[in-house]
């Protein structure tokens, strides 16, 4: 076990997407030492998987590259990649963090070049994608990674394959000898900000997303639309590579059920009004989007733009919770319910299914190795010890701007610990 350097005046801040970076950074800029922990190669998170944020449509790059410029100008924070923390030890003021370091078998030589991707053979599942497509198993995340650095998977180590990434590399920057490490970090307060996941979408039995290809989720979804997602922005169907011009979109897909998410995951209403956007810029008149939904929840000045795709022809609203989904022999999907404003039964065919899936935390409070108190969902309400903080989506369902004014307080109240131990030692 290694011993990072560390004191009782640094914050850890666990998870590096929006919302960890955003309490790391406001952490640093107050003059706080901060160590970023955070579990995959690289920073961004969900949000960097994301096409557009709403109501604007304008691209997260724009916001990551801003809170990136920041971050490699502070000093004061460390980043860990490829980090997992195991324990939490000690109390208010003074913990000991401990921290699993997973290697990337790439060091601080490589320059992104991409010759050992080129090298390479074996390909593997794209996380960036959702799984979508593949890619090398030797990949830089996507273009704005932080470290902007190569990733050997796993499961190229030991093989030939590894051998050549190392052979067509020019930098010396392929490790293929790192090992696991464990280490330790000292620190008065933890910031736990590791945001969310997607439910899982085939455990909602009657809507046969394992069963049928052309049924997918809003988080896939979005990765379609993106140009640099696995088709190139065009919106095709997995079964065939047909265009997908006649589009469902269900709402509270796992969400506000007692057999699966009790809680409502506020975001999925939004995504889908911006994804029928993305419907109507790919196939102008020529598309279709249909929303099925029990209501629609649009807060604040979001408001707004819910009015503006209700104005859109191309987009129709069925007020109705679909029984279920069946798939004829063409890979068209039919959608079975009873629309509640008129009370008369349907059965709708569309081209592809978009199931608005529910968001829970991607760590369950009870597997967070500290005292928190959570509620019924396993989101972080409060730190029994007063000294690990929630951020972000690891408290509750948020959309980004939310995320990051949850995220800011968890760094003042982190702040505070940190100059309480330190008049405490005075």
């Known amino acids: 076990m290694t011993a990072i350097i560390a004191t009782q005046q640094t914050i850890v801040v666990v998870g590096g997407g929006i919302s960890g970076m955003t309490a790391a950074l ?31 449509l304008c691209h997260p790059t724009c916001g990551l590259e801003i809170n990136l410029r920041r971050l490699k100008a502070n000093p004061k924070i460390r980043v860990l990649t490829l980090a997992e923390v195991t324990g939490i030890s000690g109390k208010r003021g003074d913990y000991t963090v401990t921290v699993k370091l997973s290697p990337r078998y790439v060091n601080e030589n490589c320059t992104a070049c991409g010759a ?30 932080y470290p902007l650095r190569y990733v050997l998977d796993p499961s190229i180590i030991g093989t030939s394959d590894a051998e050549r990434a190392k052979a067509a590399c020019k930098y010396n920057a392929i490790d293929l000898d790192q090992k696991e490490e464990i280490v330790e970090l000292k620190a008065g307060a933890v910031i736990w900000a590791t945001g969310w996941k997607p439910y899982d979408a085939a455990k909602i039995q009657p809507y046969g997303y394992d ?31 047909r265009e997908a011009k006649n589009i469902a979109f269900i709402q509270c897909a796992g969400s506000r059920d007692e057999n699966h998410l ?60 679909v029984a279920r989904i069946t798939e004829e022999k063409n890979g068209d999907l039919v959608l079975h319910g009873v629309d509640t404003e008129g009370y008369h039964r349907y059965a709708n065919t569309h081209d592809l299914v978009v199931l608005a899936i529910g968001m829970e935390p991607s760590v369950p409070a009870g597997l967070i190795p500290a005292e928190v108190v959570a509620d019924s969902s396993g989101f972080i309400e409060a730190s029994a010890s007063g000294g690990v903080f929630g951020a972000g989506c690891a408290t509750n369902a948020l959309d980004v701007n939310r995320a990051v004014q949850s995220s800011t307080a968890a760094a003042l109240r982190a702040i ?11």
Do not use: W
């Open 26 to 56: 406001e952490a640093a800029e107050c003059g706080k030492e901060v160590v970023l922990v955070e579990k995959s190669p690289t920073l961004g998170g969900r949000t960097a998987l994301l096409y557009r944020y709403f109501p604007k």
């Open 116 to 145: 050992c991707a080129q090298a390479v053979e074996t390909e593997i599942p794209n996380p960036y994608n959702y799984n979508l497509n593949t890619i090398k198993a030797a990949y830089l995340p996507f273009a704005m990674a």
């Open 211 to 241: 069963r049928f290809p052309n049924v997918i989720t809003s988080v896939e979804f979005e990765r379609l639309a993106d140009p640099h997602g696995p088709t190139g922005g065009k919106i095709l169907r997995p079964s065939d590579g």
């Open 262 to 321: 009790r809680h409502c995951s506020r975001i999925c209403c939004m995504a889908s009004l911006k994804q029928t956007q993305y419907v109507r810029e790919a196939y102008g008149d020529e598309g279709r989007s249909t929303i099925y939904y029990i209501d629609i929840r649009a807060i604040d000045r979001l408001e707004d733009f819910y009015q503006k795709v209700q104005k859109d022809p191309t987009v129709k609203f069925v007020k109705s919770k």
């Open 416 to 426: 505070q610990v940190i100059n309480q131990a330190a008049r405490a030692e005075a």
